[in-house]
């Protein structure tokens, strides 16, 4: 390193002594040497002192300390995960149809968004990601939950399976064909706050709703959906012994929806299966999660039939889809707004309940339209110019 300049010229007071070599110094052309000023007039040059010792050793403390902290901010583990934008992948070209399906081609693309999760966040890290607009910091508690990191991962892959298998029926019955069956709607948990927590248990299995008889999970949501908070229903009821009984609740409200009936159940479906008339695979690689729903589903359908689902140009999706074909939230939409913002799309499809977060990262750059449901995907793909509208059945 160099050292620090302590003089920018030297005394020439006699007997002062030199700064560099210790003698007196030497006037110039023989001058007297009491103004630092020689007979011809020049002046001295300037010179510098070495570095002492003392001030190598604070130059080295320093150096010292900046690696130091340089190591211990690069070290240091925060309880954090941030979120940053991800990518947007087109779907279409990870669809393949098999058997005697038809697969036709495109110019338009179905793009789906993804996230990049980091859990392994630095203070480094951190302070970068706290400056970084486009990214957001959260407690690693509120993300993976109780789950470890290899959890968490199998979880999410877990997510990933099911949303694709729900995308591909969704599609095929937009398109007429009939292919999840089941034996009743397989109740999977129970909220303790509502009425039905007195009359229902887990494993057992609700077979109808007053007099509509139940084969899926998704035909029990349906049939509450159509009811008000306050209202009493009949459930007949299965027990894992194979028993059979009737109960009568009183129906309570969504906490998440003012008005919306709510029974209080997770369901699933009892001996679900799936007929498909033809094979379809997604490939989706590492991605994990249920956020792709709706673009999976959008995919299939745009592989499936003839002309342009888009309209010939790129579209944005996020959103999870179930069997009822309604699209909910998925977080990080800003997120997401940052990924498409490096696309070539200027639509992007986001769940209705999310339509705010999205147009404010968005700004007029983008549109943005908020679904709830496959409906209204294929509502706007119809208003952007594509042929969502037109779409017939194929069974």
Same mark, same amino acid.
């Given at each position: 390193?160099?050292?620090?300049?302590?003089? =920018? =010229?030297?005394?020439?007071?006699?007997?002062?002594?030199?700064?560099?070599?210790?003698?007196?110094? =030497?006037?110039?052309?023989?001058?007297?040497?009491?103004?630092?000023?020689?007979?011809?007039?020049?002046?001295?040059?300037?010179? !510098?002192?070495?570095p002492?010792?003392r001030?190598?050793?604070? /130059?080295?403390?320093?150096?010292?300390?900046?690696?130091?902290?340089?190591?211990?901010?690069?070290?240091?583990?925060?309880?954090?995960?941030?979120?940053?934008?991800?990518?947007?992948?087109?779907? &279409?070209?990870?669809?393949?149809?098999?058997?005697?399906?038809?697969? !036709?081609?495109? $110019?338009g +693309?179905? /793009?789906?968004?993804?996230?990049?999760?980091?859990?392994?966040?630095?203070?480094? &890290?951190?302070?970068?990601?706290?400056?970084?607009?486009?990214?957001? @910091?959260?407690?690693?508690?509120?993300?993976?939950?109780?789950?470890? $990191?290899?959890?968490?991962? *199998? !979880?999410?892959?877990?997510?990933?399976?099911?949303?694709?298998?729900?995308?591909?029926?969704?599609?095929?019955?937009?398109?007429?064909?009939?292919?999840?069956?089941?034996?009743?709607?397989?109740?999977?948990?129970?909220?303790?706050? *509502?009425?039905?927590?007195?009359?229902?248990?887990?494993?057992?299995?609700?077979?109808?709703?007053?007099?509509?008889?139940?084969? /899926?999970?998704?035909?029990?949501?349906?049939?509450?959906?159509?009811?008000?908070?306050?209202?009493?229903?009949?459930?007949?009821i299965?027990?894992?012994?194979?028993?059979?009984?009737?109960?009568? %609740? &009183?129906?309570?409200?969504?906490?998440?929806?003012?008005?919306? #009936?709510?029974?209080?159940?997770? %369901?699933?479906?009892?001996?679900?299966?799936?007929?498909?008339?033809?094979?379809? *695979? @997604?490939?989706?690689? $590492?991605?994990?999660?249920?956020?792709?729903?709706?673009?999976?589903?959008?995919?299939?359908?745009?592989v499936?039939?003839?002309?342009?689902?888009?309209?010939?140009?790129?579209?944005?999706?996020?959103?999870?889809?179930?069997?009822?074909?309604? %699209?909910?939230?998925?977080?990080?939409?800003? *997120?997401?707004?940052?990924?498409?913002?490096?696309?070539?799309?200027?639509? !992007?499809? %986001?769940? $209705?309940? &999310?339509?705010?977060?999205?147009?404010?990262?968005a700004?007029?750059?983008?549109?943005?339209?908020g679904?709830?449901?496959? +409906?209204?995907?294929?509502?706007?793909?119809? #208003?952007?110019?594509?042929? #969502?509208?037109?779409?017939q059945?194929?069974?």
């Open positions: 390193m160099k050292g620090r300049m302590l003089d =920018t =010229t030297t005394s020439t007071v006699p007997g002062s002594g030199s700064p560099l070599s210790g003698d007196e110094p =030497t006037p110039a052309d023989g001058g007297s040497g009491d103004g630092g000023v020689g007979a011809s007039g020049g002046v001295d040059e300037p010179r !510098f002192r070495r002492r010792a001030t190598w050793w604070i /130059l080295g403390a320093l150096v010292g300390l900046a690696v130091v902290v340089g190591v211990v901010v690069n070290i240091i583990q925060l309880d954090k995960v941030t979120l940053s934008p991800g990518a947007a992948r087109p779907v &279409e070209d990870l669809v393949t149809v098999t058997g005697e399906g038809e697969a !036709f081609e495109s $110019e +693309e179905v /793009l789906f968004t993804t996230v990049s999760l980091d859990d392994h966040v630095t203070l480094w &890290e951190g302070f970068v990601a706290w400056l970084d607009d486009d990214v957001e @910091i959260f407690d690693k508690a509120d993300i993976l939950g109780d789950r470890d $990191e290899e959890e968490s991962r *199998q !979880f999410n892959q877990e997510l990933m399976e099911d949303s694709k298998t729900t995308a591909v029926r969704v599609a095929l019955e937009e398109l007429g064909y009939d292919v999840a069956s089941g034996s009743g709607a397989l109740v999977a948990g129970i909220d303790g706050d *509502q009425p039905v927590a007195e009359v229902l248990e887990s494993g057992e299995t609700v077979v109808a709703l007053d007099d509509e008889t139940l084969e /899926l999970g998704d035909d029990l949501v349906a049939e509450v959906r159509e009811r008000a908070p306050g209202d009493d229903v009949t459930l007949t299965e027990a894992e012994d194979g028993d059979s009984r009737t109960e009568t %609740v &009183e129906l309570g409200e969504r906490p998440d929806l003012d008005g919306a #009936a709510y029974l209080g159940i997770g %369901v699933g479906t009892r001996d679900l299966e799936y007929d498909l008339p033809f094979g379809i *695979q @997604i490939d989706s690689g $590492e991605v994990g999660g249920p956020s792709a729903g709706l673009a999976f589903t959008l995919a299939v359908l745009d499936l039939t003839p002309g342009e689902l888009t309209g010939g140009v790129p579209v944005a999706t996020t959103g999870t889809i179930n069997g009822l074909g309604e %699209v909910g939230p998925v977080g990080g939409v800003a *997120q997401k707004v940052a990924a498409v913002r490096g696309t070539d799309a200027t639509l !992007f499809l %986001v769940p $209705e309940s &999310e339509l705010a977060e999205a147009q404010a990262a700004g007029d750059d983008l549109d943005v339209v679904v709830a449901d496959l +409906e209204d995907a294929l509502t706007a793909l119809a #208003a952007h110019g594509g042929n #969502a509208g037109e779409l059945p194929l069974a």
